[in-house]
């Protein structure tokens, strides 16, 4: 095959308490015409920093210090800038992680798609509205035609992310960087933008670096995959042999994450019940005409976990909106230990706040920036204990001892802790109020695999030692599978199907459950193309098996 990049000791420093220190050490990285090479690791690992450097680009507070970049024949490292804006985002591509955050939102797709090409000359407006047309229909947009003329808080999640695959594409690159793509999309959304991208580049041959933390996703887009670590190449095959034979340690750890399991006395009790979610309808409308949460029931009981899964905008996170009182239901009540709840956050007392607590998806928004962990995890124990002084400081270094931090990390800032340090400093935070009820929000799913192990074992722990129960919403089902008691399902704001956990994942299962549950990724180079072609071979489209 043709070679397309080479990368040479590429060596990249960034700026840290006031010195250079190193990123990158040394890597070499080799990418043929229309091969898909995955860049897997840890957070902290250099996967997106290399994916950059493709395009001879780093982040700010970062530099290339060696040794050679060598697209199709032409040296980047130290080419002038001139040179390198004609490169990029014509001929080599980016997709980001968040589609939701990197498009204008001021802007129609159909505007930004075209942007590349207009500006380097490729092509006008209505040429590239024509292709736009084109490669939507390819990615199996619905309605390619007029798609494009939407906002992007018009469209889901997954079209979104397919809509920033096609605008990559809108200049028909040599090499498209996708950095964690999928990652913290559902899996029937995920399945749908990983054929998406499977099909472009197999379609038009084009190259590819895919950077994920996720061995089973990878498995599934990439040739040949190198595994990363602080840095530094730990591991180099194609992928079928890494999947087969990993023959690293740190390979197989990757491999064997999520292998988390717990048995417990789950016999019913009424006694046990600390939360009661009864007929309760919701809207952000106030109409009953658009309902997003429609009669749903569902008990919590003490020490137990229940993991609420289904795909974006199911109405997960709405109804945890409704039992924190953030969001009034239109009908039904949440009876909390036999009394109902005030519907209104405003109406309910101090100790009612109390008693459930929230740990969000992403840590870096989750926290402020300007307040040390000091102010992070001593505010509930001041707004709810009254504690100052000496005394809150004593149980802030408790609650850090709990979650496994050193007690100098009182005093740090949140940029100064890594991803999964972040959440554990959140998880202290919930715990601080001694909630009976803790709402885990996608916890993990911003952190890389081995991390999130870490924090779903912690989690396990907690529960065990203080009896709190967990209401765990996710759209892992690896997840589920590892930390929860009871599962309930849902669907359009509606539960479709609940209960323990082995029932639920017993056959037969709902409709929508088997939909989801053969949705999930495993660890198989073949997995993906085998699922859309017992797909096709059912008569299912896309389109109709993905709520788009």
Known sequence: MTEILRMTKLKIEGFSDEQWVPIVKG??????KGEVLGLIGESGAGKSTIGLASMAYTRMGCRITGDSIVFDGMELFGADEEFLRKIRGTRIAYVAQSAAGSFNPAHRLIKQYAEAPVQHGIMNFDEAEKKAVDIYRRLLLPDPERIGYRYPHQVSGGQLQRAM??????????????????????????????????????????????????????????????????????????????????????????LSVRTLTEHKDLSESEKDIILDVRDVSASYSGKQTDLVLEDINLKIRRGRTVALVGESGSGKSTLAR????????????????????????????????????????????????????????????AFYFGMRGQERDNRVYELLEQIELPRKYIDRYPNELSGGEKQRVCIARSLAAKPDLIICDEPTSALDQLVAEGILKLLQELQNELRVSYLFITHDLATVKAISDEMVVMLKGRIVEQGVKKDVLAPPHHEYTELLLSSVPEMDPDWLDNVLEERKRKGIKMQEFVQS
């Open 322 to 381: 409704v039992i924190t009182g953030l969001l009034p239901p239109l009908k039904g009540e949440v009876i909390y230990e036999g009394k109902a709840l005030p519907p209104a956050l405003k109406n309910r007392t101090r100790e009612m706040l109390r008693l459930a607590q929230m740990i969000y998806q992403m840590p870096d928004t989750a926290l402020n920036p300007r307040h040390k962990v000091r102010m992070v995890i001593g505010r509930p124990l």
């Open 27 to 32: 890597v070499d990285v080799r990418l043929d």
């Open 165 to 254: 695959v096609a605008m990559a594409m809108a200049c028909t690159p040599d090499i498209i960087i996708f950095d964690e793509p999928t990652t913290a999309l559902d899996v029937t959304t995920q399945i749908e933008v990983l054929a998406a991208i499977k099909k472009i580049t197999r379609e038009f041959n084009t190259a590819a670096l895919y950077i994920t933390h996720d061995l089973a996703v990878v498995a599934q887009i990439a040739d040949r995959i190198m595994v990363l670590r602080y840095g530094e190449l730990v591991e180099e095959n194609n992928a079928r042999e890494i999947i087969a034979s990993p023959k690293e340690e740190y390979t197989r750890a990757l």
